[in-house]
C-alpha cells in the first residue's frame, strides 16, 4: 500500500503562484510513475502533469506546459507541482497519484493510489 496526502491549495488571483505536496508513505515506492490530476465541477478528471518517481520521463499537459513543474524531493518523500502564471480555467481539485508499474500514463484509470485532493482556486 501507499498513501498519498496532498497540501498545499489555496485561493490565488490569477497570475499568482501555488505549490501543492504530496506526501508519500507506504511500500517502496522509487520504481512507480507519480502524477498529479486535476477534477473541476462538472468534469471529467484530467491529467496534469507525471514523472517517474526515479526521475525523467516527464510530461505535461499542454494546457499546463510552461507554466507547471512537477518534481519530486527524495529526502522528504515528496512530490510537488509548482504552479506560476494561474487562470481561472486552472481552477480544480488537484489529486496525485501513483502507478506501480511506473509507466507514465495520463489515463487516471492506470493510477492505483490517489490522495484526497486539494482544492485550487484562481480568481479573475
Known amino acids: 500500500q501507499v498513501q498519498l496526502v496532498e497540501s498545499g491549495g489555496g485561493l490565488v488571483q490569477a497570475g499568482g503562484s501555488l505549490r501543492l505536496s504530496c506526501a508519500v508513505s507506504g511500500r517502496t515506492f522509487s520504481n512507480y510513475a507519480m502524477g498529479w490530476f486535476r477534477q473541476a465541477p462538472g468534469k471529467e478528471r484530467e491529467f496534469v502533469a507525471a514523472?517517474?518517481?526515479?526521475?525523467?520521463?516527464?510530461r505535461y499537459a499542454d494546457s499546463v506546459k510552461g507554466r507547471f513543474t512537477i518534481s519530486r524531493d527524495n529526502t522528504k518523500n515528496t512530490l510537488y507541482l509548482q504552479m506560476n502564471s494561474l487562470k481561472p480555467e486552472d481552477t480544480a481539485v488537484y489529486s496525485c497519484?501513483?502507478?506501480?508499474?511506473?509507466?507514465?500514463?495520463?489515463?487516471?484509470?492506470?493510477?492505483?493510489?490517489w490522495g484526497q485532493g486539494t482544492q485550487v482556486t484562481v480568481s479573475s
Open positions: 497519484a501513483a502507478d506501480p508499474r511506473g509507466a507514465v500514463i495520463t489515463t487516471p484509470r492506470a493510477y492505483d493510489y
Open positions: 514523472m517517474r518517481w526515479s526521475g525523467g520521463n516527464t
